[in-house]
C-alpha cells in the first residue's frame, strides 16, 4: 500500500500570502495525484487531478506541480474562502490512499 | 449542479448492520461510476468501494471483503451501502462520490479519483 505523508500539518498564514503545501509518496505515482480541500461540515472538493489539472470552476490561484514521488498544491495570495484542511490522494495504485491532510489556518 | 444527497445520521450497536443512501441529481448522463468512502475521527480518507453505472458490478477494498456491500437503483439515481458487523472502529463519516470515468479504447473506466462528494453521513458504533 501506497502511504502518502503531506506536510505540514497545519500551516498558518494571513489571507494574501501563498501557501505551499507537500505531499510525498512512498513509491511512484506517476502523476496520478489529486487534491482536495475540506471545510467543516462541508462536502470534499475535487481542487487537482492527474497532479496539475484543475477540476471544474476551480480558481487560477490553486496549481499543482510534481511527478513520481513528490508533490505541491500552491495556493497564490490566500482568500479568506480558502482555510481549510487539503489532502491527497493517488489514485495509480490499488487500494487508492489518501495523505493525513494539511489544515490552512488563519494566522 | 451535481448534488448526491445522503440518508441520516445513524448510532448502531456494535454487531449491526448499517445502511447509507445517497441519491444523485443534476447530472444528465448516466455513465458514472459511484465510490464510498469514509473517515474516522481524526485520520484520513479510506476507500471502503465502487459500483459501475448499471450497478451490476461491484469491487470493495480487501479489508472490507465480507462486511460491505454496495446497490444501485438506476431508476431513482439512488446508491446504498450495507456495512454488517459493525465495530467501534467503524465510527465514521461514510461519503458517496461520483466518479465520471475516462472513456478509453471504446470503453468506460473509472479515474478513481472523486469529481463530486456527498455531505457525508455520520455512523456511530457504540454500545
Known amino acids: 500500500e501506497i502511504v502518502l505523508t503531506q506536510s505540514p500539518g497545519t500551516l498558518s498564514l494571513s489571507p494574501g500570502e501563498k501557501a505551499t503545501l507537500s505531499c510525498r509518496a512512498s513509491q511512484t505515482v506517476s502523476t496520478y495525484l489529486a487534491w482536495y480541500q475540506q471545510k467543516p461540515g462541508q462536502a470534499p472538493r475535487l481542487l487537482i487531478y492527474?497532479?496539475?489539472n484543475r477540476g471544474n470552476g476551480i480558481p487560477g490561484r490553486f496549481s499543482g506541480s510534481g511527478s513520481g514521488t513528490d508533490f505541491t498544491l500552491t495556493i497564490t495570495r490566500l482568500e479568506p474562502e480558502d482555510f481549510a484542511v487539503y489532502h491527497c490522494q493517488q489514485y495509480g495504485s490499488s487500494p487508492r490512499t489518501f495523505g493525513q491532510g494539511t489544515k490552512v489556518e488563519i494566522k | 449542479q451535481v448534488q448526491l444527497v445522503h440518508s441520516g445520521a445513524e448510532v448502531k450497536k456494535p454487531g449491526a448492520s448499517v445502511n447509507v443512501s445517497c441519491k444523485a441529481s443534476?447530472?444528465?448522463?448516466?455513465?458514472?461510476?459511484i465510490h464510498w468512502l469514509r473517515q474516522a475521527p481524526g485520520h484520513g480518507f479510506e476507500w471502503m468501494g465502487i459500483?459501475?453505472?448499471?450497478?451490476?458490478?461491484?469491487t470493495y477494498a480487501q479489508r472490507l471483503q465480507g462486511r460491505v456491500s454496495i446497490t444501485r437503483d438506476t431508476s431513482t439515481s439512488t446508491v446504498y451501502m450495507e456495512l454488517r458487523s459493525l465495530r467501534s472502529e467503524d465510527t465514521a463519516v461514510y461519503y458517496c462520490?461520483?466518479?465520471?470515468?475516462?472513456?478509453?479504447?471504446?470503453?468506460?473506466?473509472?479515474?478513481?479519483?472523486?469529481?463530486?462528494w456527498g455531505q457525508g453521513t455520520l455512523v456511530t458504533v457504540s454500545s
Open positions: 492527474g497532479a496539475s
Open positions: 443534476g447530472y444528465t448522463y448516466t455513465t458514472y461510476y
Open positions: 459500483i459501475n453505472p448499471s450497478g451490476s458490478t461491484t
Open positions: 462520490a461520483l466518479d465520471y470515468a475516462d472513456y478509453v479504447d471504446n470503453r468506460f473506466s473509472p479515474t478513481y479519483y472523486f469529481d463530486h
